[in-house]
């Protein structure tokens, strides 16, 4: 009941809220605080929206509270008179049967206070047999489920703890792998260092070959050179030459051995004609190829 309450007065609350302007709330918040603090003066406080909408909810909360403390009073005060009921209905029938708990052995009054502490613990209204039964049942239950979350919290609790080892075995294995890296990133280091500065060199070598590259073919472009001015272009002349010079070498010897031809004059003087064409043929394609060589340099 006094949840209900709690919820009824928690969405009044909100309602009210929404409805009221600053102005209502400041006045509610005044009348609150001039309630909380009877006879003493208000401390101050700063007056903005927040403070205010601060101020409104406790105030809210705070009369919620008392309401429901009134209830749960209101229930203590109802229960009282039934329990004082209940003990001189009793009582009454206990004196016309003539029976009084002065009468009783102290087993007996032990006995009568367990009941009592156990109704009053199992907060019974009466000490029937049912309510008793019903109470125990109701305990029974309790108790079975409490003893069934305690199991799965036991279980829970296992799993944890064999994560927990699983964890600091891993950290652990961690922890050592972390140790042999930093001892290996010591007794590196030098090395890398090292490395680190022949790195440095290179890439200022580099960066001054590439200067160097540049301004070659930047003095090349303006010295007028070309492709075919190349170290390779000139090889593969000088090669066409050196085969050129060895074809005129056998032609060459060609013609000396017509010199000593016998006194046939004519036929030796045709044969002496072709081979200075011959050679001339030669002589003129080598002139060629070495104005040509000459012309690319």
């Known amino acids: 009941m006094a949840e209900n309450t709690k919820q009824t007065a928690m969405a009044g609350s909100t309602g009210a809220e929404a409805e009221l302007d600053m102005d209502q709330k400041h006045a509610y918040v ?40 009134e209830i749960l009073m209101e229930d203590f005060e109802q229960k009282t008179e039934e329990y004082a009921a209940e003990t001189a209905r009793l009582q009454s029938m206990m004196n016309w049967l003539g029976f009084s708990t002065a009468d009783l052995t102290p087993a007996g009054q032990s006995y ?39 199991e799965e919290e036991e279980r829970e609790g296992e799993r944890l703890e064999r994560q927990m080892r699983a964890s600091l075995l891993r950290e652990a294995a961690h922890r050592r792998a972390l140790d042999e890296l930093s001892k290996e990133a010591a007794e590196q280091a030098p090395t890398l260092a090292k490395q680190k500065k022949e790195s440095e060199f290179l890439k200022q070598k580099t960066k001054q070959y590439h200067k160097l590259v540049t301004s070659m073919k930047e003095e ?67 002139a060629r190829t070495i104005d040509l060589v000459h012309a690319e340099k």
């Open 30 to 69: 005044r009348e609150w605080l001039e309630k909380v603090f009877t006879g003493e003066e208000v401390p101050d406080y700063e007056i903005n929206s927040q403070t205010i909408d601060c101020l409104y909810r406790m105030a809210r909360q705070n009369e919620t509270r008392e309401r429901e403390a």
């Open 112 to 150: 009568v206070n367990t009941l009592v502490g156990t109704a009053t613990a199992l907060d019974l209204r009466d000490c029937s047999d049912t309510s008793l039964c019903l109470a125990l049942t109701d305990l029974s239950q309790r108790l079975s489920s409490a003893a069934v979350r305690v």
């Open 220 to 286: 090349l472009t303006q010295s007028g050179y070309e492709p075919g001015l190349s170290h390779g272009t000139l090889q593969q002349c000088a090669k066409e030459i050196e085969a050129l010079q060895s074809q005129l070498e056998p032609l060459q010897a060609q013609l000396a051995s017509y010199q000593g031809l016998p006194p046939d004059f004519d036929f030796a003087k045709v044969k002496v004609e072709e081979a200075k064409q011959e050679l001339a043929k030669l002589e003129a394609e080598l």
